[in-house]
């Protein structure tokens, strides 16, 4: 079984560029989540999606945004790009219930 | 909202030494699971608890959950330089659909051979 795939890995925007992320889950898993990482600041949740449904949101401004297709495969667009945007994308599927979680390799993004 | 500390930020051991990183959640938890992410990797999901009091084992990684489903800790014994990475917990809540893990901050073991 294929793993989650998550693409770019690595991406350099510039200050007020926008940026779209995309993530593959696991075959048959409908829950897909962002999760933005930081040196000092663990993984912070950026938002859940299941069966093309927001079902969860963390805290972060109206900038982030995603959205999630019929064949569960999602993306995540970050619009007028900040220099604190500068971190590890890390999306993860999971199936049914409290199923764990399972990442992808992340996508890299620096903004200069 | 859910809030889950985890403590410490950081450990270095000396190979060999044992390594303990603790779990507490500001409410009562429907499941904990555990995650090691290596440097430069994505996080691994090692193992769920989900029963009050209930202890698990990998080799020599132990997993508890405390009484009250409330705490959690990993402990491993007589770490090797493979351990190194950083541990993070995540507690579930029992919220149905709108089921949410919460993430620890994450504790960066280094191991010194």
């Known amino acids: 079984k294929a793993g989650v795939t998550q693409t770019p890995r690595y991406l350099i925007k510039t200050r007020g560029q926008q940026v779209t992320l995309s993530c593959s889950p696991i075959?048959?898993?409908?829950?897909v989540s962002w999760y933005q990482q930081t040196p000092g600041q663990g993984l912070q949740f950026l938002f859940e999606?299941?069966?093309?449904?927001?079902?969860n949101k963390g805290n972060f401004p109206g900038r982030f945004s995603g959205r999630q297709f019929s064949n569960s495969r999602s993306e995540m667009n970050v619009s007028t790009l900040e220099l604190g945007d500068s971190a590890l994308y890390l999306c993860?599927?999971?199936?049914?219930?409290?199923?764990?979680?399972?990442f992808g390799n992340g996508t890299r993004l620096t903004v200069t | 909202g859910q809030q889950v500390m985890q403590i410490p930020q950081y450990q270095h051991v000396q190979e060999g030494e044992d390594f303990t990183t603790y779990c507490n959640s500001s409410?009562?938890?429907?499941?904990i699971q555990w995650y090691k992410q290596r440097p430069g990797g994505h996080p691994v999901f090692l193992i769920q608890?989900?029963?009050?009091?209930e202890v698990k084992k990998q080799k020599r990684l132990t997993f508890q959950f405390g009484e009250a489903k409330k705490n959690s800790s990993l402990h491993i014994t007589a770490t090797q330089t493979t351990d190194v990475g950083t541990y993070f917990c995540?507690?579930?809540?029992?919220?149905?659909?709108?089921?949410?893990?919460?993430f620890g901050k994450g504790t960066l073991l280094t191991v010194n051979p």
């Open positions: 993860a599927s999971r199936g049914t219930g409290n199923s764990p979680l399972h």
């Open positions: 075959s048959g898993h409908r829950s």
């Open positions: 999606y299941f069966s093309e449904t927001q079902r």
């Open positions: 409410t009562t938890l429907s499941n």
């Open positions: 608890l989900v029963k009050s009091g």
């Open positions: 995540a507690g579930g809540n029992s919220g149905g659909s709108n089921y949410k893990l919460t």
